[in-house]
């Protein structure tokens, strides 16, 4: 019996080549999601890779031998004097634009490549700015690149296009908002925020009622923690531990407006404890949102990686924490542009409730560095 793994960018692909080296008599045996080329965990794409086998009593399909294939296809070229003639004059035409084009490269603008390094300075995926060069070289002229600062300033509104915002409001009767995420993104805290801000009110906002609920009964600290926000505040709080204390604390709580539920962190490869995370919150009653809590510091093979794990928990939008914990955006506003997930809020310290706010395009507009853009217009445009 032969057995085989095959990868490729999707699963049409995949099937195809399996197709080709192993014949119709192929048996799949596993698929799972995967990072594909790049290089040190870099500019790598998603990908699928299947495992399987041969029935060793079937005929196998005999294996393509392109090398053979090729060294007779030059062989019937070689015998053809005619074609060789072809050939010549061809390598010839080559020589002749390559000699008169120097290295054979197309020299950049400078604007062109002023840009791609700022881009690459801030971590942004070689897929990124290869899409926004695209669009630069697309829609502006010689002379529009000429203007260095005009430039900036529409690379910045075409990545702040490409930041999607989360926008609905987490109330309801009562509305339950939930935080899932790994270890160490700051959910606690975030969930503390969150209470000030709804439960405390701010300059703009009116307090509603609001309460806490927290499943994080292992970490040490982690209850006496929250406890200690929601006595300052005066918002009350619960600890739960399964899906009947869950669906006891939220009927208890029926008659708030907001219940912020702070959950365990899970390693997103701990498949067991993740499914039992899944199993408590959708024993949620009500109308209940899920959230996924991402630190800013995270590098960008991670970031696809936690965002895929996560997916069975439908999360709404990112809670992005930390930011005041890294100098580059780039790699999350990529990544978040390919997976097509909206932002909710941002948190940018320990202070609690100021160090959060609703997200926009324009907060992380302001953290790349090196762009400059004209603040008040894009201000208006993306800041909320």
Do not use: W
């Amino acid at each position: 019996m032969q057995y085989f793994t095959e990868q490729a960018l999707t699963n049409r692909e995949v099937l195809d080549k399996i197709k080709v080296k192993y014949g119709e008599q192929a048996r799949i045996l596993n698929k799972k999601s995967v990072m594909i080329g790049g290089f040190l965990g870099i500019f790598a794409k998603e990908g699928i890779e299947m495992s399987g086998y041969v029935p060793q009593d079937q005929p196998k399909r005999q294996i393509l031998n392109l090398e053979e294939e090729k060294r007779k296809i030059l062989e019937s070229v070689n015998k053809d004097s005619a074609l060789q003639v072809v050939l010549k004059e061809i390598k010839e035409i080559k020589a002749s634009i390559s000699s008169s084009n120097g290295s054979g490269k197309k020299e950049e603008h400078s604007t062109i490549t002023k840009i791609q390094h700022i881009l690459t300075e801030n971590d942004f995926s070689f897929p990124y700015i290869s899409n926004i060069i695209d669009t630069i070289k697309r829609d502006c002229t010689l002379e529009e690149l000429d203007n260095f600062g005009a430039v900036q300033n529409k690379v910045a509104e075409l990545i702040g296009e490409n930041i999607a915002v989360y926008r609905d409001e987490p109330l309801g009767n009562p509305g339950i908002f939930i935080l899932v995420g790994p270890t160490g993104v700051g959910k606690t805290t975030t969930i503390a925020k969150l209470a000030a801000m709804y439960g405390v009110g701010t300059a703009d906002r009116k307090p509603v009622s609001v309460r806490m609920l927290t499943a994080d009964n292992y970490r040490i600290g982690a209850k006496k923690q929250i406890e200690t926000y929601g006595e300052i505040m005066g918002i009350p709080v619960a600890c739960i531990e399964t899906s009947q204390d869950l669906k006891k604390k939220i009927a208890l709580f029926s008659e708030a407006d907001l219940i912020l539920l702070d959950t365990i962190g899970k390693s997103p490869k701990d498949f067991v404890k993740l499914a039992e995370m899944r199993e408590l919150i959708d024993s949620c009653i009500g109308s209940s949102t899920t959230h996924l809590a991402v630190s800013a510091t995270t590098k960008t093979s991670d970031l696809f990686e936690i965002l895929q794990q996560f997916e069975s928990f439908n999360y709404a939008s990112v809670v992005l924490t930390k930011l005041d914990e890294t100098m580059r955006v780039g790699n999350i506003i990529s990544v978040f542009s390919e997976k097509n997930k909206p932002i909710s809020y941002i948190t940018d310290g320990q202070g609690v409730p100021q160090d959060i706010e609703k997200a926009t395009a324009y907060r992380l507009l302001k953290h790349i560095s090196g762009l400059t853009f004209d603040r008040d217009k894009l201000e208006q445009k993306f800041g909320g």
